[in-house]
């Protein structure tokens, strides 16, 4: 996709603090962290969002799933942290390629959403 602002950190068009890349995927910091622990993984394939995934993104999920906890810990999130995946203009996605944000830090992060 070629206005896609993570496919650019995929080719290197524009920097990234990257911390994990293999094949199929790519983790870097969050240029606006929300917590002391903030990176973004996201797959190579340009996919929008979760709205649009299908029984081919089986493989890809699945790595994105058992890598995130795995990435997680090696940030220093030994006791947790949070994984999002805004969705949509509903879920508040701001960048339509589908990323899980994993969040975490020394203390208990607050409550998620707020009913107004
Ligand atoms: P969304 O709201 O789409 O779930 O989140 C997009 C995230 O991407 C935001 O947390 C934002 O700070 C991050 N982001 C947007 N542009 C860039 C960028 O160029 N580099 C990095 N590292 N993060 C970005
Ligand atoms: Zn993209």
Known sequence: MDNC???????????????YEDEHVLAFHDI???????????PKLHVDSLA????????LLGRMLILAPRLAK???????????INTGRIGGQEVFHLHIHI?????RLPGMIHQE
């Open 5 to 19: 602002i993570f496919c650019k950190i995929i080719k290197k068009e524009i920097p990234a603090n990257k911390l």
């Open 32 to 42: 606006h962290p929300a917590a002391p622990v903030h990176f973004l993984l996201i």
């Open 52 to 59: 649009d995934v299908d029984d081919n993104h089986q493989n």
């Open 74 to 84: 090696e940030q220093g999130c030994a006791e947790g942290f949070r994984t999002i």
């Open 103 to 107: 969040i975490g830090g020394h203390q």
